[in-house]
């Protein structure tokens, strides 16, 4: 399973409040009419994102599609019939945006229990294997999920956790050094 993630935030004098209006009937339109190979899609307030401008809040969508020929139809159908207006309205507001591919290691993406990101930059280096045994322990897998990107359209982190409760894995404690967490809370709207 793959998921495109896009970071945006509104653009200037927007409110909040029809900012995240226009993005869930995009959301509600995109699954109404969803295309070949779409799972789910979600949009996320966020409270930070370090790495889109000043690092404030804002917001992170995913659509999670099965492979990488689903991400193809995705694109066409967000713009296509059912999704266009909606897709335009939210267009409209954004301000800034940036984002990436990640793939699917560990557990089920169900956005509705995610209460927190947890973002990991690793060192170089550290063995594939290890690396995602370490970062999934202690994961609920029917609650929680382990990405690794594959493709980045700006500076985002390489690993997201996406759980209700902080795993051990990636614990601040637990973590070899140098290696960076942006731990933050996440709220489906």
Same mark, same amino acid.
């Given at each position: 399973?793959?998921?495109?993630?896009?970071? &945006?935030?509104?653009?200037?004098?927007?409110?909040?409040?029809?900012?995240?209006? %226009?993005?869930?009937?995009?959301?509600?339109?995109?699954?109404?009419?969803?295309?070949?190979?779409?799972?789910? $899609?979600?949009?996320?307030?966020?409270? $930070?994102?370090?790495?889109? @401008?000043?690092?404030?809040?804002?917001?992170?969508?995913?659509?999670?599609?099965?492979?990488?020929?689903?991400?193809?139809?995705?694109?066409?159908?967000?713009?296509?019939?059912?999704?266009?207006?909606? &897709?335009?309205? !939210?267009?409209?507001?954004? @301000?800034?945006?940036?984002?990436?591919?990640?793939? =699917?290691?560990?557990?089920?993406?169900?956005? /509705? =229990?995610?209460?927190?990101?947890?973002?990991?930059?690793?060192?170089?280096?550290?063995?594939?294997?290890?690396?995602?045994?370490? =970062?999934?322990?202690?994961?609920?897998?029917? $609650?929680?999920?382990?990405?690794?990107?594959?493709? %980045?359209? @700006?500076?985002?982190?390489?690993?997201?956790?996406?759980?209700?409760?902080?795993?051990?894995?990636?614990?601040?404690?637990?973590?070899?050094?140098?290696?960076?967490? /942006?731990?933050?809370?996440? %709220? !489906?709207?």
């Amino acid at each position: 399973m793959l998921a495109y993630v896009f970071w &945006h935030r509104s653009a200037p004098g927007v409110a909040s409040a029809e900012y995240e209006a %226009a993005n869930v009937r995009f959301q509600r339109a995109l699954t109404a009419n969803a295309p070949g190979g779409f799972v789910a $899609s979600a949009c996320l307030s966020a409270g $930070s994102l370090p790495w889109l @401008g000043d690092g404030g809040p804002g917001y992170e969508d995913w659509y999670v599609v099965e492979d990488f020929a689903a991400l193809g139809v995705l694109n066409e159908a967000a713009l296509g019939r059912g999704n266009r207006t909606a &897709h335009d309205a !939210a267009a409209r507001l954004m @301000g800034e945006g940036t984002g990436g591919l990640y793939r =699917l290691l560990d557990g089920a993406p169900r956005f /509705e =229990l995610v209460a927190n990101a947890n973002w990991i930059t690793p060192t170089r280096g550290p063995d594939e294997a290890m690396l995602e045994d370490f =970062l999934a322990d202690g994961m609920d897998r029917d $609650s929680a999920s382990l990405w690794r990107r594959l493709l %980045a359209l @700006g500076p985002a982190p390489e690993l997201c956790l996406l759980a209700g409760e902080m795993p051990a894995g990636v614990r601040s404690t637990r973590l070899p050094e140098g290696w960076l967490a /942006e731990i933050d809370a996440r %709220a !489906a709207l």
